[in-house]
C-alpha cells in the first residue's frame, strides 16, 4: 500500500474500459477517492460503481471544476488518461485537419488544460502528482500512426516541462510509456499493432502496477515495457540506424496488409 495515496482524491480521464479503468481500480484499492472520466457515461458510471468511486462523465478537457466538486475541494492526483488513436494503420492517406487536431486536443493539450487548472491550488499547498498516460510512441514512434506518434512526443515533452519546472515546489509527475496494451486501442490498430506491438502486449493491470511502483520509487518515466529503455538509447546514439530499423518494419508492414 502507499500510505499518501489513503484517502487522497483522484481523477482519472477515460477511465471507462482499458488502461484508465485499470489505473481507477487500483487507485480505489490503495484507498484512494476516485473520480471516474470518460466520455461514456455509462461505462463511467460501471467502473465508479464497481469501485466505489464517483462517475463524472464528459470531455477530459473541463472535467478538473467537476471532479474538484465531487472530491470535496481538492485533486491530489491527476491522471491524464483519456487518448485517441486516429489515423493508425494508414500509411498512404494523410489524415485530414480536424483529425489532426482532434488528436491534438485530447493527446496534448487536455493535459495542458487540467495543469493549468491545477495548478495554482497545488503551489499553495507546495504539493500535487500529475500522471500522463503517454506511450512508447512518445518516445519512439509507431508506423502508420502519424498523429498519434506526432501527439504522444508531445505529451511526454509537456510531462518533462511539468516535472523540471515544478519538482522543487512539491509536483510529483510520472509519464506511463507502454508499447502494447490488450485494450481496445490495440484491437484497433490492425495489422500495425499486430506486427509491432500484439506480440509484447501486457494487460491494463500490468501498466497499473508499473505506475505504482514508479510512485514507490518516486521515477518520473514509467516503463511496462522495460526494454523500452534499450530503444530509447539506440534512438538518441544512432538515429540513423535506428530510423533504417524502423524502415525495415515499415517494408515488413507494407507486405503483410
Known sequence: MVEALQGAGVVVTGAGGGIGAA???????????????D??????????????????????????????????GNVDVYCANAGVAFGVGNTDEPLDETGWATSWDVNVMAHVRAAHALLPGWLERGSGRFVSTVSAAGLLTMI??????????????????????????????????????????LAATGTAGDLVLQ???????????????????????????????????????????????MNHLQRKWEEVR
Open 23 to 37: 489505473l481507477a481500480r487500483r487507485f480505489a484499492a490503495e484507498g484512494a477517492r476516485v473520480v471516474v472520466n
Open 39 to 72: 466520455l461514456d457515461a455509462g461505462r463511467a458510471k460501471a467502473v465508479a460503481e464497481e469501485i466505489g468511486g464517483i462517475a463524472v462523465a464528459g470531455d477530459a478537457s473541463a472535467v478538473v471544476s467537476d471532479a474538484r466538486d465531487a472530491l470535496g
Open 144 to 185: 502508420g500512426a502519424a498523429p498519434y506518434a506526432v501527439t504522444k512526443h508531445g505529451a511526454y515533452a509537456f510531462a518533462e516541462y511539468l516535472s523540471l519546472t515544478y519538482r522543487h515546489r512539491g509536483i510529483k509527475v510520472h509519464a506511463i510509456c507502454p508499447q502494447g496494451v490488450r485494450t481496445d486501442m
Open 199 to 245: 506480440p509484447t502486449a501486457v494487460e491494463p493491470e500490468d501498466v497499473a502496477e508499473a505506475l505504482f511502483r514508479g510512485i514507490e520509487e518516486d521515477r518520473f518515466l514509467i516503463l511496462p515495457h522495460p526494454e523500452v529503455a534499450e530503444y530509447y538509447q539506440a534512438r538518441a546514439a544512432e538515429p540513423d540506424r535506428w530510423l533504417a530499423g
